[in-house]
């Protein structure tokens, strides 16, 4: 996969500026999580919303961090060591083919994710296998625009290709946020 994060460049992940233009509290209550949900975030290298959501869903709740390089999935364990995080369950699979049990989530998160994905409808009929009726699929992902930050311009999806991805397997938009200056940031359902 040429577009997959390079876990060589993971302390960039952690960089202190990434806050000013990330948003990661904005983006986590965005997700209007409660205590007790279940978050299955696709994507979660080495944890730098996770920690954030497996606070926000409490101690009842739990965040399935899935994640196909070992190398941030071992990243991720020594945060939530570190952090005394226990909901934080961790899954070495591509987004695509998560291997997370049926119907086990309230949302779905995929962050800076979407573009690296070699079938993007696969990988969004998996997120819809996952959450649970009535659930949301939150997707957040670099604007197709030239940015002094991110992946290359070649590298990134557009929202309406995202959109036009999401109806294809019967997805609706929920929600659009557009507090993010380099990301577009939408929220999904099952189609009624």
Known sequence: MANRFDPERSHRLDAPERA???????????????DGDCVVEVGS????????????????????AVDPQERMLDALRARCDAEGLTNVQLVAAPGEDSTV??????VVFLANVTHEFDDLH????EASRVIRPGGRIAVLDWARRETDVGPPLDHRLSETDLRIAA????????ETH??????????FTAAE
């Open 20 to 34: 000013e233009w990330q948003k990661p509290r904005e983006v986590v209550d965005a997700l209007s999580l409660s």
């Open 45 to 64: 290298g080495t944890g730098y919303f996770t920690r954030l959501i497996s606070r926000s869903v409490g101690d009842q709740g739990k965040v399935v």
């Open 101 to 106: 049990e049926d119907g086990i989530a309230e």
């Open 122 to 125: 696969l990988a969004l009929s």
């Open 167 to 174: 109806n294809a397997v019967d997805l609706a938009p929920h």
């Open 178 to 187: 557009t507090f993010l200056p380099h990301h577009y940031f939408v929220i």
